[in-house]
């Protein structure tokens, strides 16, 4: 079955420092991937998507590409900042195999960036 | 982008009573929705779907009875955790997605309490 295997932390970095945190996926079908972000008493909101393969979704600083021949689809950031401290969940959604909209998560990685 | 609210964001109960999460779409109409549960160290995992004027769909392993879910308009979705017991403590998380569009949006979650 579908499932997203992705980077446990939790990740402390300085401010400026590079961000990477890794996602592989297994996918019966042609998955959407994601990035979803979650503030501290927040719900999630989506960071990022890509929708088929070598696409790269960004938004706000980040990037991540779909990468079908490595099942991947890593999060970057060249430098990030204090308000970036999050949970980020890296997910899919087959829409085309029998699961529909359902959406696969990752374990989640906290991030904590410090001054 | 489109808003999912739900509420309560937080609750404590007594073990042996029940607890109403509700799940709504504030500015679209959701033909489907589903709930999610997170465990400590653990990613959001699919607990049933949500379906306008029908029955919901439970995933395997997943009490029906015990988690009763009514959607009962395309703007509202509700969960009932039934005589509630510690080990049902957890993040619980609503999603709906309108129409066929891929992009989920989240509720702000629910962490319930069971003592």
């Known amino acids: 079955g579908d499932s997203v295997t992705q980077m446990e932390g939790p990740v402390t970095l300085s401010e400026e420092a590079f961000l990477t945190i890794n996602c592989t996926y297994t996918?019966?079908?042609?998955?959407?991937l994601f990035w979803y972000v979650q503030y501290p008493g927040e719900g999630l909101q989506l960071l990022l998507k890509?929708?088929?393969?070598?696409d790269k979704g960004s938004n706000k600083g980040f990037e991540a590409t779909y990468r079908k021949e490595t099942t991947s689809f890593h999060l970057e950031k060249g430098s990030v900042q204090v308000s970036d401290s999050a949970v980020y969940f890296c997910a899919l959604s087959d829409q085309f195999g029998n699961t529909g909209n359902q959406f696969y998560f990752g374990t989640g990685t906290s991030l904590t960036v410090i001054p | 982008g489109a808003v999912v609210s739900q509420h309560p964001s937080r609750v404590i109960c007594k073990s042996g009573t029940s607890v109403k999460i509700e799940c709504r779409s504030l500015d679209f109409q959701a033909t489907t929705m589903f709930w999610y549960r997170q465990f400590p160290k653990k990613s959001l995992m699919l607990m049933a779907t949500?379906?306008?004027?029908?029955?919901?769909?439970?995933e395997q392993g997943v009490e029906k009875d015990k988690f009763l879910i009514n959607h009962a308009s395309l703007t509202l979705s509700t969960l009932t955790v039934t005589s509630a017991h510690p080990e049902d403590s957890s993040f619980y998380i609503c999603?709906?997605?309108?129409?066929?569009?891929?992009?989920?949006?989240f509720g702000q979650g629910t962490r319930l309490t069971v003592v």
């Open positions: 949500s379906n306008e004027g029908s029955k919901a769909t439970y």
């Open positions: 890509a929708t088929k393969a070598d």
């Open positions: 999603s709906a997605n309108q129409g066929a569009r891929t992009e989920a949006f």
């Open positions: 996918a019966t079908g042609y998955p959407s």
